[in-house]
C-alpha cells in the first residue's frame, strides 16, 4: 500500500458523477471519494433508565441449599408497561434505521452508514418518533410513583429505595438524539501533533473506505438470496400436502428492499442493479390474497423465483469478493 495517502480535495468530489464513479474504485483517493460523495454517517443515540439490579448472594431474602458464592442474583425494580412502551418504540426506531442503512460494520456503536438518498426522509420519521417517544415518556413519568409503590409490595425484603431515581430526576434519565458526523475524514489537528500519525490514520480511512464499499456489495448480495430464499420457501407445501401459510409481510418487506435497491447500490454493481430490475418484474402483482388461494399463481411465481435465483443471484454468489481489494503498486 502506499505509504501516504491524499486528503480528497473538494475538487474531486465536484468532479465526479455517479455516471463516472467506478463499480470498485482503482485507487484509495477513488474509494474515499466515493464514501464520501454517496453515504452518511449516522449516530444514534437511545437513552433510557435502567431497572436492573444486582442482588447480595448473601441475601436473608431468598433461602437456598446452594452455596451462595456460586450465585448470581439480580432483580427488576419496576415492571411498568410505561416503560415498555419506549422500549418497544426504541426498537422500531432502530429497526427503521437499519432497514435503510447499508451493510457495513461501524467502528462505533450506534453508527450507521446510510445512502444521501435516505436521509432527508429518514431524518423526518426520526422527529417524529422523537416527538412519540417523549410523550411516552411523560405517561412513565406519570406513573413512576405508582410503580414505585408496586414494586415495595412485590419485592418485599429485597426493596430498597436507594435504587430509585428522585421522580424529578427520571425525565433526565431518557434521550433521543441523532447527529451525523464524518465517517471518511481524519481530524487536521492530528497533523500538528505527528506528522506520522496523521499519515498512518489517512492510510488506515483508504483501506477502511474500500473494505467499507465491498461489505455493501457483499451484503446487498446477501440480503437478496435471504429474501429471494423465503420467498420460495413461503411458496412450498408442507409435508401434509397442504400448502403453507403465507404472510403479507413476507411480500412487502422484498417489495420495500427492492425499492431501496437502487439507492443502496453506492458502487453501481450493474449484476446487481439488473437482478433488482428482474426481481421487482417479478414481484409485481404479487398478491398476497390470491397467492394463498391460486396454486397455479403460486407455482408460477414459485418457479419464476427460483429461475432467478439459479440464473442471476448464483454467479453473483459466487464471485463475490472474500476479502479487501489491494491497492499497491
Not at 55 to 74: H, K, M, N, P, Y
Not at 85 to 98: G, H, P, S, W
Not at 164 to 176: I, S
Request: aromatic letters at 6%; charged letters at 30%; one cysteine or more.
Amino acid at each position: 500500500m502506499k505509504e501516504q495517502t491524499a486528503l480528497i480535495s473538494n475538487n474531486m468530489l465536484s468532479k465526479a458523477s455517479d455516471d463516472t464513479m467506478p463499480q470498485f474504485p482503482d485507487t484509495e483517493e477513488q474509494a474515499q471519494a466515493l464514501v464520501a460523495k454517496k453515504t452518511i454517517c449516522l449516530s444514534l443515540t437511545l437513552k433510557k433508565m435502567g431497572v436492573r439490579r444486582k442482588v447480595s448472594s448473601s441475601t436473608d431474602a431468598i433461602e437456598t441449599d446452594v452455596d451462595r458464592s456460586l450465585l448470581t442474583l439480580g432483580k427488576t425494580i419496576i415492571d411498568s408497561p410505561e416503560l415498555e412502551a419506549i422500549i418497544t418504540l426504541d426498537a422500531k426506531v432502530r429497526a427503521e434505521v437499519k432497514k435503510k442503512a447499508l451493510t457495513v460494520e461501524m467502528p462505533l456503536r450506534g453508527c450507521y452508514l446510510l445512502p444521501t438518498s435516505v436521509v432527508s426522509v429518514l431524518d423526518e420519521r426520526l422527529v417524529e418518533y422523537k416527538a412519540e417517544r417523549e410523550m411516552l415518556v411523560e405517561a412513565y413519568c406519570l406513573a413512576y410513583p405508582t410503580r414505585i409503590a408496586q414494586a415495595e409490595q412485590r419485592l418485599g425484603k429485597l426493596f430498597n429505595q436507594s435504587d430509585y431515581l428522585d421522580a424529578a430526576l427520571v425525565k433526565d434519565a431518557f434521550r433521543m438524539e441523532w447527529t451525523y458526523p464524518e465517517p471518511v475524514k481524519v481530524s487536521s489537528n492530528l497533523k500538528e501533533i505527528s506528522n506520522h500519525i496523521f499519515n498512518r490514520e489517512i492510510g488506515k480511512m483508504a483501506d477502511r473506505c474500500q473494505e467499507m464499499l465491498q461489505q455493501v456489495d457483499v451484503g446487498l448480495i446477501q440480503y437478496m438470496d435471504e429474501f429471494i430464499t423465503k420467498m420460495i420457501d413461503s411458496l412450498n407445501m408442507k409435508d401434509d400436502g397442504k400448502p403453507k401459510t403465507f404472510k403479507s409481510a413476507t411480500v412487502q418487506n422484498f417489495v420495500d428492499f427492492l425499492a431501496q435497491l437502487p439507492q443502496m447500490n453506492i458502487t453501481n454493481n450493474d449484476k446487481l442493479a439488473e437482478l433488482g430490475r428482474k426481481a421487482k418484474e417479478i414481484m409485481e402483482g404479487a398478491d398476497p390474497k390470491i397467492l394463498r388461494k391460486d396454486m397455479s399463481v403460486r407455482e408460477a411465481l414459485q418457479d419464476k423465483l427460483k429461475g432467478l435465483k439459479t440464473v442471476d443471484l448464483a454467479p453473483l454468489i459466487e464471485n463475490k469478493p472474500t476479502r479487501k481489494f489491494s491497492f499497491e503498486d
